[in-house]
Each structure stands twice: as C-alpha cells, then as structure tokens.
C-alpha cells in the first residue's frame, strides 16, 4: 500500500493464515503435543461456531502450569487460556497492532474480519522483519527510557518522524492517530517514572485525565498541554496532598521534555484543574447553568476529558452527570453552538479566500480559526445532545449518523473537509519547522497549489453551511 512506509499497511497484507485452533473443553497436554510437532508457541481457542475467545501461548505454560503443584494431564485449555481475547480488524493498519502489543505487554494479535470471524494471526517479529526502523522501535525505546533526558529526546524523535511521514502518500487521519498514540506513550512512561522514583505510594482514587484535541486524539505538530486532574471523595488530607504534589512533579517534567505548557493555565498542577469528584459535580453545574464566554469554553474543552492514566470510573460519573444536566437545560448547548458561529470560515466577495483574517498575518489563513474549530466544536455539541461524546470528531459523525442526527452524505462532507483541513495545518507545520520556525495553525495561502486552493475553498464553504445547519438545529435564532 506504501512502500515508504510499511507500517501502515493494512494488517491482512502480512498476517499469517494458517493459524491452528482448539476448543477450551479440550485436554491442554493434546494441544501442547500439537503445539510441539507444529513448532508452533501459541494456539488459537474458538468456540463450538468457531469464534475466536481465547489464546493458549508458551508463556502460559511456563507461568501457569509448570509452578503449579497439579499434573499437567488435568488441566483444560480453558484453565490457562488467556480471556477475553485481544483482537485486531485484518483492515486495521500494522502501527495500530504494534501500538496494541506495546501498549497490552503481549506479542502477538488474532487478526478478524468485519463479522468477528477468524481471519489469522499477527506477531510482533512478522511487523518487524519489515522495517527495523519504524514507530514500533520508537514505542519500545519509550517503554524502555530511564529518565526524563530520554523522554526529552524521544519526543523530539516523534517530530522528526513526522516530518519524514508527511513527505510520504500516509493518510492524514492515520498521521494524526500516530501522532496522538506515541504522544499517550510518552505522558504514561513520564508517569511511570515520576510515581516509581518519588510517589511510589500515591492514592488509587485518582485519574489523570487529558482534553482538548489530545482528548479526542486529534494532535498536530503544535501542541500545548490540556490536562486535568480527578480524585475520589474519599480521600483523606494526606493522599490529596501527594496528589497535588505529584501533579505539580509530573506537569514541570513534561514541560522540561518539550510540551509547552498552556497559555490559559489549564494544566493539571493548577488547583483549578484539580478537583474531587463532588468539586468537579459543583464546577460543571456552574460552567453549565450560567454559559458566559469564559465558562463556554472551559466546559467544552472538559466535555473533551479522556482519562489517560488511573480510575477510568471517574471520567464516566463526570460525562453521565453532563449528559443529564445538558438534558434538563438546552440554554448552554445554543450558546455553545452560538459561540461556533463567531469562528466565521475566511471567505469574501464570490467565495475568494481571505488572508490576514481573524488574526493570521499577511497572506496567511488560520486554518484552525477558519474551520476546524468550528467543525469540531459543532459536532461537539451535537454530540453532547447525543449524549455520546466517546472518541474523536469521526467517530462522533458515524454515531450522529446513525442517530439520524446528519444524513450520511452529509457527515462525509463534513469528515472529507475536516480531514483536508488537519492536513493542510500539518503541512503547514511542517515547513514551519523545516523554516526553523515553531509550528502554528496558519498557512501561507500562496504556498498552496491551485488545486489545494480550490480545495480549501470548497472545504470552508462546507464549514460555512455546517455553521447554518447548526443554527438552524439549535433554533439560534431565538437567542438574544
């Protein structure tokens, strides 16, 4: 598919087919004499319909069967299988099955179809014979960094290989996923570090929690932090206390690797940002209950949140409680939506593309002011109407599709605008580093090709009538 860049080849292209399956209920001394004449070191468990729900691999064996004190002749496959299965779709690309093993600590994936269906495995070793450099090596020398300093270099590496990627045929949406899942492996091996070399005793009830684009996995080039913290009500003063200082520890250190800190503030080390549940339940009511231009866009880029690290659960009160207050009262999703509108896309007399608008220098074009934020902020608030905020701003489309929220034609409008977009502003961001310059969202508009003009004009007039959409929906015409 590219042959530049390997690994983001679809997952069916290089897995193996012939994968050698059992039952649970099978005797697990017959499939380790299989296992054996195959020279083979795991198996495949499927059910009587032949579904994939297990994997008996040779590290099970070693862990569990041979330190224990039973005979190895009385063990079912479904005593050592490993439950639930981790899987991966055959049109997944390769990046996302290294990321999986990485991420999961395993070194092999049962590769399916769209039905669910057996269609092969996949190892590490088979992605890796491939390319020796690749995001793959890159994910491992995260895992293994001992220090900030290599976290710090590391991170410059991630830029340096996008760099390299964007001069290749990738895809933007698989570009901006790379970028957003090594940006997740170097925060949680910063954590890692931080709570092993000076918390190694912090509380459980807590989640770190990132928003904003890193929330919804939607990183570019140019990237401050949007961080949070969530702790549990019942914590006494002391583990609170290691909690504040931990964050504060942890936040100093990513700023000292290279991610700039946010000009607003919104980071976890800022008591604003860090909060018990109940304190959390208290501040979104008032962010909610009273919409005014400062609590609109702290509400929307919290509604973002995505726990990173820690307890999951508290992520998902705070959305439900959200969810349930935005139900009783539509005041703030209008005024959120009305606030979408001020981000008016740079067209002028006969659709002409504007430069030098909302901010942007001489003959340049906000990409982000004239359009991004105005689709992701739109679909935001259709989701949050939805009361189904999970995943990015696609995932958000296919759900509000299915809804019946937008037509189908439509939603691919609005993702193919969104996509060109995204790409336009990494491209930008490229030259902007290979200037020697630090990437920003704008881009020179003669710089673009005609085509790529044309383009950008066709994707601002779909912001443009999304943004009518949206008042149309919101009934915007009723505020004042």
């Excluded at 299989?34 to 009587?48: A, P, Y």
């Excluded at 005014?292 to 726990?307: G, H, K, L, Q, V």
């Excluded at 710089?447 to 009518?468: N, P, T, W, Y």
Aim: proline share 4%; hydrophobic share 40%; with cysteine.
């Amino acid at each position: 598919m590219h042959d530049e860049v390997p690994y983001f080849r679809p997952v069916h292209q290089i897995c193996q087919r012939q994968v050698v399956t059992c039952q649970p209920g099978e005797n697990l001394v017959d499939v380790v004499k299989t296992m054996r004449d195959k020279n083979i070191s795991s198996v495949v468990v499927c059910d009587e319909g032949g579904a994939p729900i297990g994997i008996v691999t040779d590290r099970d064996l070693r862990n569990k069967v041979v330190p224990s004190d039973k005979a190895p002749g009385s063990f079912l496959v479904q005593d050592v299988m490993n439950s639930p299965l981790t899987t991966i779709g055959e049109h997944d690309v390769l990046y996302e099955a290294l990321y999986r093993m990485s991420n999961q600590g395993i070194h092999r994936l049962v590769v399916v179809d769209s039905e669910g269906a057996l269609n092969g495995i996949i190892t590490d070793t088979d992605i890796l014979r491939m390319q020796s450099h690749s995001p793959h090596q890159l994910v491992r020398d995260i895992e293994r960094a001992r220090s900030i300093e290599d976290l710090s270099a590391l991170h410059t590496r991630i830029q340096d290989l996008v760099v390299h990627l964007s001069g290749t045929t990738t895809p933007v949406r698989d570009m901006v996923k790379l970028i957003a899942n090594l940006n997740d492996q170097i925060l949680l091996r910063l954590v890692t570090l931080v709570k092993r070399e000076q918390f190694p005793n912090l509380a459980r009830g807590y989640a770190f929690v990132v928003m904003g684009s890193e929330g919804r996995c939607e990183q570019t080039l140019s990237t401050d932090q949007d961080n949070a913290i969530l702790y549990a009500d019942d914590l006494d003063e002391d583990e609170v206390r290691e909690i504040e200082a931990f964050s504060h520890t942890l936040i100093d250190h990513l700023i000292s690797i290279g991610v700039p800190p946010c000009p607003g503030g919104i980071m976890a080390k800022n008591k604003a940002w860090r909060r018990s549940r109940s304190e959390w339940l208290k501040e979104l009511d008032r962010w909610l209950i009273t919409p005014s231009p400062e609590n609109i866009p702290n509400a929307s880029m919290f509604t973002d949140i995505r726990t990173l690290h820690g307890d999951q659960s508290l992520e998902k009160q705070l959305k439900q409680h959200i969810y349930k207050r935005l139900a009783e009262n539509k005041l703030f999703l209008m005024r959120m939506a009305e606030n979408m509108l001020r981000f008016q896309p740079p067209l002028g007399w006969r659709g002409k593309i504007k430069t030098g608008a909302q901010g942007a220098g001489r003959g340049q074009v906000d990409l982000k002011k004239g359009g991004i934020f105005a689709l992701t902020d739109g679909i935001k608030a259709l989701a949050l109407e939805a009361g189904a905020l999970d995943g990015g701003t696609h995932q958000r489309l296919q759900m509000l599709v299915r809804k019946g929220v937008l037509a189908k034609d439509q939603a691919g409008d609005l993702e193919e605008s969104f996509d060109f977009l995204v790409l336009m502003r990494l491209r930008g961001q490229v030259r902007d580093i290979e200037k020697g310059k630090t990437p920003g969202n704008t881009v020179m508009l003669d710089e673009l090709s005609q085509m790529e003009q044309g383009k950008l004009r066709i994707a601002f007039e779909d912001v443009a009538k999304f943004q009518r959409f949206i008042s149309s929906h919101f009934n915007l015409g009723l505020l004042r």
